[in-house]
Each structure stands twice: as C-alpha cells, then as structure tokens.
C-alpha cells in the first residue's frame, strides 16, 4: 500500500475544536471509500486520530491532531466521546496504536518536518495492517442508539 499524501492542519494541534472538525469532516468526505481510523495516544490522557482513506492514487493519510482526551475530563474528554460517536454512526471501529512518544515537538517544526514524521508513522501503521481493517462506511447499515 502507498502513501499518496499526507493532509493535516498544525491549527489543530492539540485544539479539540478543530481536531474534531477534522475528523468529522474527513469522515464525512471519504464515507464512500475503503478507510481505516488509528487512534494514537500522544500523552498519558490526549490522542489524536490517524485516517488511512484508499483510493485510485494509493492511500491519503490524515491526522485530526491530538485534541482528544481519552480520560473524559473537559472540552478534549467531550471531544473524545463525540469522536466514538462519530465512529459508532459509521461503524468504524478505531484501532490503538502505541503511544507516540515525543509528539510534543511536533508543536515547534516547521511544515514539512511534521509531514515527514506523521508519513514515518502512518507507514510504520501500514506495515501492521491487513486489507481487513479497511471498511467503506456508507455501505454499512446504521446503528441505532439507545438511550
């Protein structure tokens, strides 16, 4: 499987607002198309969420940024939930990947050193994975929720 490009907004880092636009968005846009979400942890209570899309050109990687708290607690821990929602409606189920250790750099380069560190990840990600982690949402059925 190759990288064809990498999208992410640095605006997003570590900002929960837009990190769950990100996804939502990005969801939203590639429903149609084998895709595979990996939720990264970059601290001990934030992660991120890492978006594999296939299509005709290979895979297009995006990173939402770290805007999610996996405790629950305040607006990332809101963030975080909403985010399962959103997986939950499309049936994604997210895999765990390790923790990214020294993420926090990440906040100080430039453009292009991110782009090379999250295509240094997502390939390391690749190498994992089966086509089997893939799913096109839209071809699924909805779930109900219960309340």
Partial sequence: MKISSVCFD??????TQRSLKFLRDSI????DH?????EIPTDNICCGFMIFVQNEDGIE???TGDGFRTDGGGEGGAGYNTAETI???Y??????WEKWEGYEKLYTESEEV???KLLQVANSILQTVSEDDFVIP??????????
Avoid at 28 to 31: E, G
Avoid at 91 to 96: H, K, Q, V
């Fill in 91 to 96: 049936r994604i189920r997210p895999l765990m």
């Fill in 10 to 15: 640095v605006n997003s880092f570590g900002v």
């Fill in 61 to 63: 990687v995006i990173w």
């Fill in 138 to 147: 839209i071809e699924s059925t909805p779930p109900y929720i219960r309340r």
């Fill in 34 to 38: 084998n895709l595979m979400v990996v």
């Fill in 87 to 89: 997986f939950h409606l």
């Fill in 114 to 116: 991110i782009k090379q």
């Fill in 28 to 31: 939203v846009r590639n429903c």
